[in-house]
């Protein structure tokens, strides 16, 4: 490996390894509140004000809803299948909230291989939370995945 494959794979490491630990450190602590203002980050957090919040520590810098976080990951990262699913990945879903079904209402980061952290309040759970990925994708249509962190082959 020379020593920019080596620069890249450490950057890359720091980069995934900053955005789990910042998300975890979330959980339980920060408070849950649709459409909060960012200027209340970290404290109150919707799902998109998590995303958001986590990837601009790391110089990212993500629209302010699931939607646009979705555009974003198809402009500008590269949207995966599920088999794919890696930590660091967003994982976008419907909102029970929608009467349209194919509506992106929901974004979640993958914090582990079987597990993911997202705001919530809703059948999911209340607040910022850790949950298993069968959880979401058992109430929720799943609309698409979304990679900002690329993985070496």
Known sequence: MN??????????VTNTDTVITLARNLVGKSKWKQRAPIEDFPNHLDCSGLT????AQIGIFLPRDPAGQFEYCRQHGRMIEVDDLSVGDLLFV???CSKK???IGHVCLMVA???????TRSELGRGIIEIPLYQV?????LCGIGRLIFHPK
């Open 3 to 12: 020593a920019s494959s080596q620069k890249e794979l450490i950057t890359l």
């Open 52 to 55: 958001m919040w986590v990837f």
């Open 94 to 96: 419907d909102s029970p």
């Open 101 to 103: 079904r194919e509506v």
């Open 113 to 119: 291989s079987d597990t993911l952290v997202c705001a």
């Open 137 to 141: 994708l058992k109430t929720r249509r």
